[in-house]
T-cell receptor, first 111, second 118 residues
Framework: QKEVEQNSGPLSVPEGAIASLNCTYS??????FFWYRQYSGKSPELIMF????GDKEDGRFTAQLNKASQYVSLLIRDSQPSDSATYLC???????????FGKGTLLTVNP | NAGVTQTPKFRILKIGQSMTLQCTQD?????MYWYRQDPGMGLKLIYY???????DKGEVPNGYNVSRSTTEDFPLRLELAAPSQTSVYFC?????????????????FGPGTRLTVL
């Protein structure tokens, strides 16, 4: 069974700090990796995706992928209270239409 | 362009009742999905569809049924509701932008339906 593991948290960081969120996956054939943000009572929204090993930056967000270690992470620089949410890691295999989600990490940014 | 819409937003059912959760998308996406999310848990796939007339089971299909008669609509049917079906249900649809065209090959979610079975 394909699994995606995340620390459930909560992860608490002060405003302005770097928040680091981690995710591991079991399926070596996985091709696409996504980070979704979910505010309490709302639906998930895509914030980052990454396909290749290395780093991908978008504003304050950086996604990092290491396929050899089956590890993907999300860094949030200059964390803001508005970043407080649950962050879901999702993984898609190479030949199927489905995403497998982790349970999510709750991030709290303290003013 | 409304994206993915779901109705109702909230519903309370009695054990043994049935209902249909509605999902509509106006983005002409071929792929559509139903997930459930229990408190503190990730999203579990119930059913998905790759096009009109084609559906398949996900991780947790028991107690549910789906149909896909049009590209736009993907209703989820609960038969004989049970307390274990108390959850938040999300419908999603997927773009088909290929990876080599920049992707992101991702899913867009509706606002969810919060269902309680008593």
């Amino acid at each position: 069974q394909k699994e995606v593991e995340q620390n459930s948290g909560p992860l608490s960081v002060p405003e302005g700090a770097i928040a680091s969120l981690n995710c591991t996956y079991s399926d070596r054939g996985s091709q696409s990796f996504f980070w979704y943000r979910q505010y309490s009572g709302k639906s998930p929204e895509l914030i980052m995706f990454i396909y290749s090993n290395g780093d991908k930056e978008d504003g304050r967000f950086t996604a990092q992928l290491n396929k050899a270690s089956q590890y993907v992470s999300l860094l949030i620089r200059d964390s803001q209270p508005s970043d407080s949410a649950t962050y879901l890691c999702a993984v898609k295999g190479g030949s199927n239409y489905k995403l497998t989600f982790g349970k999510g990490t709750l991030l709290t940014v303290n003013p | 362009n409304a994206g993915v819409t779901q109705t109702p937003k909230f519903r309370i059912l009695k054990i043994g009742q049935s209902m249909t959760l509605q999902c509509t998308q106006d983005m002409n996406h071929n792929y559509m999905y139903w997930y459930r999310q229990d408190p503190g848990m990730g999203l579990k796939l119930i059913y998905y569809s790759v096009g009109a007339g084609i559906t398949d089971k996900g991780e947790v299909p028991n107690g549910y049924n789906v149909s896909r008669s049009t590209t736009e609509d993907f209703p989820l049917r609960l038969e004989l509701a049970a307390p274990s079906q108390t959850s938040v249900y999300f419908c999603a649809s997927r773009t088909l932008i290929p990876r080599d065209a920049g992707g992101p090959d991702t899913q867009y979610f509706g606002p969810g339906t919060r269902l309680t079975v008593l």
